[in-house]
T-cell receptor
Framework: EAGVVQSPRYKIIEKKQPVAFWCNPI?????LYWYRQNLGQGPELLIR????????DSQLPKDRFSAERLKGVDSTLKIQPAELGDSAVYLC?????????????FGPGTRLTVL | GQQLNQSPQSMFIQEGEDVSMNCTSS?????WLWYKQDPGEGPVLLIA?????ELTSNGRLTAQFGITRKDSFLNISASIPSDVGIYFC??????????????FGKGTHLIIQP
């Protein structure tokens, strides 16, 4: 079974430029998460989707960050414009859906460097 | 947000030694999880704990969910070179409205000296 796929794996941009990350979750997984991991830290949740609905986006900096999951499958996270402090690894995870035994599987992440 | 205190921050051990790390919180959680992250990869789930007092093993790994539901520990027996990596504890409050996002500790960086 294929895991969570993310692209690109690495991205280097200059500040004020836009950037987008793409995630394809494990087939059949209804719940999709975006996390940000700063250097030396654990991942921090940005947004959670149940199918195509964003059910928790309280930690998403909405002035410059946006996300979508139009058909309830793959998802895109966008930053516009990027700032130096946005340099981090952006991780996507998915889980089957409702239920206690409902663990998250992570993709390899996209490492963003903002110059 | 919630804070998880994970210790130690890093460990330098010899191959074959046993390893112990722990994670504490000031709040109660229903689920404690332990993940391992290798360089350039996402975290991989090692052990999930769902009941206070639960002790669970996965090969050379053993983890326990504290009776107060505010802590957990992870032990690794007879460490081998592939155990090198960063170990994260994580918690989730299952709200019934779906699988909430996880809160992670800052990680324990395990380094094995030959």
């Amino acid at each position: 079974e294929a895991g969570v796929v993310q692209s690109p794996r690495y991205k280097i941009i200059e500040k004020k430029q836009p950037v987008a990350f793409w995630c394809n979750p494990i087939s059949g997984h209804n719940t999709l998460y975006w996390y940000r991991q700063n250097l030396g830290q654990g991942p921090e949740l940005l947004i959670r989707y149940e199918n195509e609905e964003a059910v928790d986006d309280s930690q998403l900096p909405k002035d410059r960050f946006s996300a979508e999951r139009l058909k309830g499958v793959d998802s895109t996270l966008k930053i516009q414009p990027a700032e130096l402090g946005d340099s981090a690894v952006y991780l996507c995870a998915s889980s089957p859906g409702l239920g206690v035994l409902n663990e998250q599987f992570f993709g390899p992440g996209t490492r963003l460097t903002v110059l | 947000g919630q804070q998880l205190n994970q210790s130690p921050q890093s460990m330098f051990i010899q191959e074959g030694e046993d390893v112990s790390m722990n994670c504490t919180s000031s709040s109660i959680f229903n689920t404690w999880l332990w993940y391992k992250q290798d360089p350039g990869e996402g975290p991989v789930l090692l052990i999930a704990l769902y009941k206070a007092g639960e002790l669970t093993s996965n090969g050379r790994l053993t983890a326990q969910f504290g009776i107060t539901r505010k802590d957990s520990f992870l032990n690794i027996s007879a460490s081998i070179p592939s155990d090198v990596g960063i170990y994260f504890c994580a918690v989730r409050m299952y709200s019934g409205g779906g699988a909430d996002g996880l809160t992670f500790g800052k990680g324990t960086h395990l380094i094995i000296q030959p």
